[in-house]
């Protein structure tokens, strides 16, 4: 009899292992479907896969980075510019506004004579 109760139980273990190995394998074979069909259903969609996106991501933001470092070049050049085109009117003004001639006058370093009052 012990015998017996051995057997039953070896084929009892025999068959919940078989039991747990036929569920494993159903359980991947459902997992595999799944995620065929949830990758058809994302390309139907137009949806890029996560590599492409963090691939193009990672172009955005070089392409950010890059328009910041040129923004910032063309500022400074426009301040180099500004400053260059502010020296020369600076050297054209006269540096003493009373004794520069005026339009109306001659560059002979005379005033023109004052008018008489009416």
């Known amino acids: 009899m012990m015998q017996t109760e051995n057997r039953l139980f070896d084929d009892l273990a025999r068959m919940a292992n078989g ?5 494993s394998g159903v359980r991947e074979e ?3 479907r799944l ?36 923004s910032a070049k063309v500022a400074a050049l ?12 600076a050297a054209r003004r006269p540096k003493n506004a009373a004794t ?11 005033r023109p004579k004052a008018k008489p009052a009416d």
Do not use: H
Not at 19 to 23: D, K, R, S
Not at 39 to 60: G, Q, S, T, Y
């Open 78 to 89: 426009e301040q180099k510019i500004a400053a260059l085109s502010a020296a020369p009117q």
């Open 30 to 32: 459902i997992e595999s």
């Open 19 to 23: 039991a747990i190995n036929t569920l």
């Open 35 to 70: 995620r065929e069909r949830v990758e058809r259903w994302l390309a139907d969609m137009d949806m890029v896969p996560r590599e492409e996106f963090e691939a193009i991501k990672e172009l955005a933001q070089r392409a950010r980075a890059e328009q910041e470092d040129l």
């Open 100 to 110: 520069a001639p005026t339009k109306a006058e001659p560059a002979t370093g005379r």
